[in-house]
């Protein structure tokens, strides 16, 4: 099907022009659905022959891997137990689809560099922070049993994008309130934000927003967020605001550990250690710009940066300057590195991984040498294969280190999922989305059930112990838009309904 001349398409099958009518079969939303079944039929056919072609040998197409649920339902019942290769929530991720989408407010431009801080604890109600490059908005939102968000406020900003942007996990009191902090860089300045936290909504607003006479609705109203609901009264606004400025630097990177008293900031000429009440307590210079940086778990005075010239070392706080400066760098990647992470809980626990901004994406063997080795391994472990960058630090990324899986967005418009799971014997993504009109410059993961956030009270009233338990894996989206000029949403994708 194509629409090259504007007010008709063409039927690919007759080679016929027919045109677009405003209701019925033909009309232009019908013509779309019936474009996107086609497409997802060819994206199958396309499978079933790439599977084919794995094997020199004749394969019937009952041991082909099935490409849909009534495709596996008929190879199990012929078939009997069927082994796969990629089960559990690889599997599911493989199948991931568009469930719901709320539209963000404002021109489009102002998302370019959008970032995102959330909540992700089973014991916490869902918080969303959001900055753009007017203001930082903050939503409350949920995800099961269907994902919604609502507004709580909005504070503006001087017409700049923010370079880096974090949610303290540390509660703290504050003018009667329980209260948690938000932390970022822009220009020269980190800056401090307090924010209330939540309450519960009261069960008559969980009724109002979620239910329609008297059934609760299939999904958010037209990708609507809803307004701010009357319980969050006094919570709306920051109670206290922080900066720390370098009039003669740029900074680029950051990372919090308000646990242990603790913020790094990376900037143009230097990185900067600071405590949670913003006093700097070290800096030590810099040769290249660092673009990254990620403070250890298990080791709060030691943290990893990625540098501009794509040089990566790990700082030690407790050295003194003359011994660190004398220290050369651990790892060089390809190009500049923009995101830096450690892999706790996965396998040995000292896996490092860099993201370039040539697309190049690393994993690190970060342990200290022996005493026989007094140099580190200078080769990656593994590298994964696929994603696209084009010199560009606002992408999204995220990593599950439960699951042992990471998401990234391209500069292609596209996102893509690797398995880190090495017995799958591939470095190459397990799903790639759709293309957007832009790079999507957010992702989060919400595949463990220990990141998602507690459900509102008010749902023990509506839905029976079974549902509300319920956590279906998926992924969030932030910024897509799928036509040019077309108001940026956040979009949440699932493999289950």
């Not at 568009?98 to 370019?112: A, E, F, K, M, Q």
């Not at 919090?256 to 700097?280: E, S």
Request: aromatic share 10%; with cysteine; net charge positive.
């Amino acid at each position: 099907m194509s629409f090259d001349i504007p007010g008709y398409f063409l039927d690919l099958k007759t080679k016929k022009y027919f045109k677009i009518t405003p209701h019925g079969p033909y009309s232009l939303p019908e013509l779309r659905k019936r474009l996107k079944r086609e497409e997802e039929a060819e994206r199958e056919a396309a499978a079933l022959i790439l599977a084919s072609k794995r094997n020199t040998h004749h394969i019937s197409s009952q041991h082909l891997k099935p490409t849909n649920f009534s495709h596996f339902l008929r190879q199990r019942a012929t078939l009997g137990v069927i082994d796969r290769t990629d089960t559990g929530l690889s599997f599911l991720l493989t199948r991931l689809k568009t469930r719901s989408r709320v539209n963000l407010h404002g021109p489009s431009s102002i998302y370019n560099h959008m970032l995102v801080a959330m909540t992700a604890n089973a014991n916490e109600y869902g918080e969303m922070f959001v900055s753009n490059r007017c203001s930082i908005q903050h939503f409350g939102y949920q995800v099961d049993p269907q994902f919604s968000m609502w507004k709580v406020g909005q504070e503006l900003t001087d017409n700049s994008d923010a370079q880096s942007m974090h949610l303290g996990s540390r509660l703290f009191d504050m003018s009667g309130y329980t209260c948690r902090s938000v932390i970022g860089t822009t220009g020269g300045s980190l800056w401090f934000r307090a924010f209330p936290v939540l309450p519960p909504l009261h069960k008559e607003e969980v009724y109002h927003m979620f239910t329609q006479n008297g059934s609760i609705r299939e999904q958010q109203q037209e990708g609507r967020i809803y307004e701010c609901p009357g319980s969050y009264a006094g919570h709306c606004l920051s109670l206290s605001t922080q900066d720390y400025s370098q009039a003669k630097d740029l900074f680029w990177s950051s990372d919090v550990d308000d646990q242990h008293d603790t913020i790094i900031v990376g900037g143009d000429k230097k990185i900067y250690r600071l405590n949670n009440a913003f006093q700097l307590t070290q800096s030590r210079k810099t040769k290249s710009s660092v673009f990254a940086c990620h403070i250890l778990k298990s080791r709060p005075d030691h943290c990893w940066t990625g540098l501009r010239n794509g040089k990566i070392y790990m700082e030690d706080w407790r050295s003194p300057t003359t011994q660190q400066a004398a220290n050369h760098h651990d790892f060089v990647q390809s190009s500049s590195v923009y995101k830096i992470q450690t892999l706790d809980n996965v396998r040995t626990g000292h896996e490092l991984v860099t993201l370039a901004m040539d697309g190049s994406i690393n994993v690190w063997d970060a342990r200290q040498p022996s005493k026989k080795r007094k140099t580190r391994k200078k080769t990656p472990l593994y590298s994964l294969k696929g994603h696209v960058n084009e010199s560009s630090r606002h992408l999204g990324f995220d990593i599950d280190t439960e699951n042992q899986l990471l998401v990234a967005s391209g500069s292609d418009s596209c996102v893509r999922i690797w398995s880190m799971d090495r017995r799958n014997n591939t470095f190459d993504p397990i799903w790639t989305s759709e293309k957007y009109q832009a790079p999507i410059p957010a992702v989060k993961f919400m595949t463990a059930s220990t990141r998602y956030p507690r459900l509102q009270d008010g749902w023990s009233d509506l839905l029976p112990d079974s549902l509300l338990s319920r956590k279906a894996p998926g992924i969030m989206l932030f910024g897509t838009s799928k036509e040019p000029n077309q108001v940026r949403s956040i979009e949440w994708l699932t493999s289950l309904k």
